[in-house]
């Protein structure tokens, strides 16, 4: 472009021409634009070539590392026109305003050519204003177009991506950016794909083996351009799978429907993943340009099956089953397959199964073994189990299966057994279990060894006998004897009840059974007088024995009872037998009953019992000996136990143990005491018990027996009664764990599971035996007990205080008081281990007596939340009285008669031992306080004098301490005011009063703050009404320099004391019991008025109390810091 002068030399010149440009380097080129005429547009193409150095000689090359030059193009354009003058009016003609380019394939480049002409007489000039992005380019991107001329532009297409592309490109003219020629491109990427239903899962259906089946697919091209295609079966399906076209192309938006065929060869699930290969086809280059093959996956399931059962349930289980009762179930066989099969069941145990005493197993059978299953149909059989044993019974049920057709099942030739399904059960027995008993004044652990509960619930939960299976009648057949068995056959247990005085109340032993089987138990209770046989009238017995004639007296008096005497349980299900015995005439008493469990154990309770005279002595002593508690080998001293000797009768009783009996037991041990009774006589009290102390110290871990003679009589004279008491106590290494055998813990509940209107008491305890276990010596321990009101009227309530032992080896907290109508109270029982090793088998009783004024009407909730006793007035009482039945008011409280008030026992068990024998036996003594400093040991109290208790209970001061206890004590004191004093102080409170007013600051808040942080006070400054003083370290002028460091030495080291017994005093055994103590007392105290209804634990709001008239309200800001109840609180 440009004049004629222009062509006479170059319009645009790069200086240099030739460069080398160094390794990391840039070179700068300088274009020149020399233009010779006016008024022209110009444009110039500038290419640099580029090339290694080293490519200048042929000579320097090979053809292995020979490297082309590279071509670099910029575009030089420029105009001669003055500024502002106008310039030439374009006049173009574009040959395609818009351009549409072909469905190109991801990845690829397509090109089409656009041109553009100058209509006009004078030149034009043409640039892209916004260029191309990068998946649309034109070139040239700028030029001039001559006179009437033409100007070729190149449009490339590069698709990134599927999708449509839509750009619009300006070209500006002349620069005339106002008006530019505007072009719109449009193109669409491709990318080779086929389209396959269900999300590219094929499922043929299920094919029995050496049939085929045959399933379609349909396969459809998305895109405009032919795809060609191919199906690459893997070599693990290739046998049982085929595809027809397995290859071919597809034109653009076409479909094409493939067949699949399914022959498998062995039955199961068929799993395979056939890749499809697609890849694009160029029809312009004859199908031989080359395209990326894509990879296309097609998921084909099925599932090869031959005739086969299932059957339902998986399991069949018959649960819990009687033994010797058969049961049948239905057991389904389902054939799911489209032929017939014949089957044939067996049955194999899986284990050992419970067999009886002629080695017979359980009767297992089906009602029809073998037969014919339809195609897609089930058939229910009957299986029959007869469990001949108690245990678990498990069989796995076989089947072996042919294909259906002509014939019977006896002609075809059966497959192997398989496992089909299994079958489990459990044969059991009716079985009842005891699993509480009470008796009014009676222990709960002397209750049950008397009554040898544990040996009943044994023998209950064996199986039965001989004798006993012979007694029972399965369903449908009669007994296989003609008589029933004599009682002398079973097993029998004498349940000894305490004895009383005649004309005492009637003793009432309540027995709480539960069926603990999962079968329903029936059961009966029998006196000796029934029997099972019904006897002809022409029998004739004889004559009745003596002890006959007693039995049938005592049924006919109804001196010993029972009710009810028959009950029928479910599983889990409970009844109460009350068993009833007056003391009408003095004399003993005994009566077997047979309990009968229906298809289950048989055994005889037989209830003795014994009327004492007025003047009668008697020992209540257990039948089965005496056990004392296990003690450790290697004690420095005995172990101190008690042996009770109850007085029942109603005069004192003289009780005297021979001790030639003790002194052969020493002698056959070689003179060591391994068993010693420092009292062996004594006066018992009427109605009282005698705790004779008996010393125990073994040799060797064993267990050691010694029969003791007794004699005792009335203590004013008279006949004396010789009798022999059993002793057993155990030995055990300090390193072992002991064997606590003279507990029926493991046995009995923890507390009743009886209501209390069964028991006939009003309140009852949350626990019946408080069991401290190893304690160390001279420490203490505490355990928590409720007393729950379950009646609607209070009860009040007081605790034993007069027991030998009480006070100075045990203590309950509060000793009396009253639980309120359906209320509790919490109690805390403590024990002290104060003296030598001692073994504490203690029973405290408590004495209820209910109120029947102080019903549930009664109690009143004050504006507090406390529940308070009102008055009530007469009006008020006799409309409640008319309103009430009379039946609900005797419901209320029990009636208020002569007979002794209503007691609780609590037994109170503990064994304290030296810190060194715990110690041995890893017992965890960091739990327990024990005091570095011991008291002097208290003098030896036993026999009949009481022991001396201290009158501030078992926390006070009873014994004299030495100076080393009362300095710890003291410096713990002193320790703990110091820290409350701190409190207060670092309280915002405190400090806001001590800064408000001019108050003179004590001098010893700052002696509490140096011993707090070590530093020395700062002088404090006293400001008076009149007049500024300042009171505190003053140096004086002329003190010299070696007096300021004693002082700086002296604080120091004051300070590092100060610290130090800090430390010390926190670290110790001593503020840790005495923290816990209080920390124990506080939650006791608030456990108690929350009982008392003194305290809502749930009411968090605080209440005001209104002040009564005529005293003084009195408030206490009491401060709850870190435990997000609040800021204060005014009590």
Request: hydrophobic share 40%; net charge neutral.
């Amino acid at each position: 472009s440009g004049g004629s002068l222009d062509r006479l030399g170059a319009v645009f010149a790069v200086n240099p021409a030739t460069c080398d440009v160094a390794p990391e380097s840039t070179a700068t080129f300088k274009v020149h634009f020399l233009p010779r005429s006016d008024s022209q547009h110009y444009f110039q193409r500038l290419e640099c070539v580029a090339s290694f150095k080293s490519m200048r000689s042929f000579r320097l090359v090979s053809e292995d590392n020979f490297v082309p030059p590279w071509s670099l193009a910029v575009g030089a354009h420029g105009h001669t026109f003055a500024p502002g003058a106008s310039r030439f009016i374009a006049q173009p003609l574009l040959s395609h305003p818009v351009l549409s380019f072909p469905v190109c394939h991801v990845g690829e480049t397509g090109y089409q050519t656009v041109s553009l002409t100058n209509e006009g007489e004078t030149p034009m000039m043409f640039s892209l204003r916004t260029g191309a992005n990068c998946n649309f380019a034109i070139v040239p991107p700028a030029g001039v177009v001559p006179t009437l001329g033409t100007q070729l532009l190149a449009v490339r297409f590069s698709p990134t991506e599927v999708a449509q592309y839509d750009r619009t490109v300006s070209l500006v003219l002349n620069g005339e950016e106002a008006n530019p020629l505007k072009m719109r491109l449009l193109g669409a990427g491709s990318e080779a794909s086929l389209r396959l239903p269900h999300g590219g899962r094929l499922f043929l259906p299920t094919t029995c083996v050496g049939a085929s089946s045959t399933a379609c697919l349909t396969i459809s091209n998305p895109t405009r351009l032919p795809l060609a295609y191919e199906w690459d079966l893997p070599e693990s399906a290739a046998d049982v799978l085929s595809v027809s076209p397995a290859a071919g192309v597809l034109s653009g938006k076409a479909s094409l429907q493939t067949t699949w065929v399914f022959s498998p060869s062995l039955p199961g699930p068929m799993l395979a993943k056939v890749p499809c290969l697609v890849s694009a086809v160029d029809s312009r280059t004859g199908g031989t340009g080359s395209y990326e093959v894509l990879n296309q996956v097609l998921t084909v399931s099925g599932a090869g099956a031959s005739g086969q059962l299932s059957v339902s349930p998986a399991v069949l289980d018959f649960g819990a089953i009687q033994v010797g009762l058969p049961r049948r179930l239905p057991l389904t066989l389902v054939n799911s397959s489209t032929v017939d099969l014949w089957y044939e069941l067996s049955f194999c145990r899986t284990e050992a199964c419970a067999m009886d005493e002629a080695g017979e197993a359980d009767v297992l059978r089906c009602l029809a073994p073998r037969g014919l299953v339809p195609a897609r149909n089930s058939v229910a059989v009957t299986v029959q189990l007869e469990a001949l044993a108690r245990g678990s019974i498990h069989y796995d049920v076989l089947c072996a299966i042919a294909p259906g057709g002509n014939g019977d099942a006896e002609s075809v030739l059966l497959l192997p057994p398989t496992r089909l399904s299994g079958i489990q059960a459990k044969g059991e027995y009716p079985a009842l279990q005891v699993v509480d008993a009470r008796l009014s004044g009676v222990s709960q652990e002397a209750l049950w060894r008397s009554l040898q509960l544990k040996q009943v619930n044994d023998e209950l939960n064996d199986v039965p006998s001989a004798e006993e299976k012979a007694c029972m009648s399965v369903e449908g057949k009669p007994p296989p004897i003609l008589h029933a068995p004599a009682t002398s056959t079973f097993r029998r247990f004498d349940l000894v009840l305490p004895p009383r005085i005649q004309t005492s109340a009637e003793q009432r032993l309540r027995l709480l059974i539960r069926n603990t089987s999962r079968l329903p138990a029936r059961w009966t209770l029998k006196y000796p007088t029934e029997s099972d046989v019904q006897a002809e009238p022409w029998v004739d017995f004889g004559p009745p024995s003596d002890e006959q004639v007693k039995q049938a007296s005592i049924i006919d008096r109804k001196i010993i009872s029972a009710r009810p005497r028959s009950g029928a349980l479910q599983q889990g299900d409970e009844q109460v037998i009350e068993l009833t015995m007056r003391h009408f005439a003095t004399d003993a008493y005994e009566l077997p009953l047979t309990l009968v469990v229906e298809c289950g154990k048989r055994l005889v309770l037989n209830v003795k019992g014994r009327t004492l005279g007025p003047t009668e002595t008697h020992l209540a002593l257990p039948s089965g000996g005496i056990r004392l508690g296990a003690a450790p080998i290697g004690l420095p001293t005995p172990l101190r136990q008690t042996l009770e000797l109850p007085n029942p009768s109603a005069v004192p009783v003289e009780y005297e143990i021979n001790s030639a009996a003790l002194d052969a037991f020493t002698s056959k041990h070689l003179g060591f005491e391994v068993l010693s009774c420092p009292e062996p006589a004594g006066v018992i009290s009427p109605g009282s018990c005698a705790r004779v102390p008996l010393l125990f110290h073994p040799l060797e871990a064993r267990e050691y027996f010694i029969s003791l003679p007794l004699r005792f009589g009335h203590a004013r004279g008279g006949p004396c009664k010789d009798t022999t008491v059993l002793i057993r106590a155990n030995g055990y290494d300090p390193s072992d764990a002991p064997v606590d055998s003279t507990s029926e813990a493991g046995v009995m509940p923890p507390c009743s599971l009886l209501q209390p209107s069964q028991v006939g008491l009003p309140v009852s305890l949350s626990l019946d035996t408080c069991v401290f276990g190893r304690l160390p010596q001279h420490s203490d321990g505490s355990q928590f007990l409720i007393l729950s009101n379950a009646l609607d009227t209070a009860c009040k309530f007081a605790w034993d205080t007069a027991h030998p032992l009480y006070g100075s080896r045990v203590a309950i907290h509060p000793s009396g008081g009253s639980v309120p109508p359906l209320g509790h109270v919490c109690c805390k029982v403590c024990v002290r281990g104060a003296g030598p090793p001692e073994a504490l088998d203690l029973v405290l009783g408590c004495t209820l007596e209910p109120l029947a004024s102080t019903a549930a009407n009664d109690f009143t909730r004050t504006a507090d939340g406390t529940r308070k006793l009102v008055a009530e007035r007469p009006e008020q009482r006799r409309e409640r009285s008319a309103l009430t039945p009379l039946a609900a008011r005797q419901s209320l409280a029990p009636p208020l008669s002569s007979a002794a008030p209503p007691r609780l026992l609590l037994g109170v068990r503990a064994t304290f031992l030296p810190s060194a024998t715990l110690r041995s036996a890893a017992f965890p003594l960091a739990e327990h306080f024990v005091p570095r400093s011991l008291p002097p040991p208290e003098p030896t109290q036993l026999g009949r004098s009481k022991p001396r208790r201290s009158q501030a209970g078992i926390y006070g001061a009873g014994v004299a301490r030495d100076a080393a206890t009362r300095r710890a004590q003291r410096d713990t004191a002193e320790a703990v005011l110091v820290e409350l004093l701190q409190d207060v102080m670092r309280s915002e409170e405190v400090r806001r009063v001590l800064q408000a007013p001019p108050v003179r600051i004590v001098p010893w808040f700052a002696q509490l703050a140096f011993a707090r942080h070590g530093t020395a006070p700062a002088p404090v400054t006293v400001r008076c009404a009149d007049a500024t003083c300042e009171v505190g370290v003053l140096d004086d002028a002329a003190a010299a320099e070696e007096r300021k460091q004693e002082r700086a030495f002296a604080a120091a080291e004051a300070a590092r004391r100060t610290t130090r017994r800090l430390r010390d005093v926190q670290s110790s055994a001593e503020l840790q019991e005495l923290a816990a103590y209080v920390l124990e007392g506080t939650l006791f105290s608030l456990v108690s008025d929350a009982s008392h209804g003194e305290l809502s634990l749930l009411d968090q709001t605080p209440t005001a109390p209104t002040a009564e008239p005529g005293r003084t309200r009195v408030t206490k800001a009491f401060v709850r810091r870190g435990r997000g109840l609040g800021d204060t609180q005014e009590w």
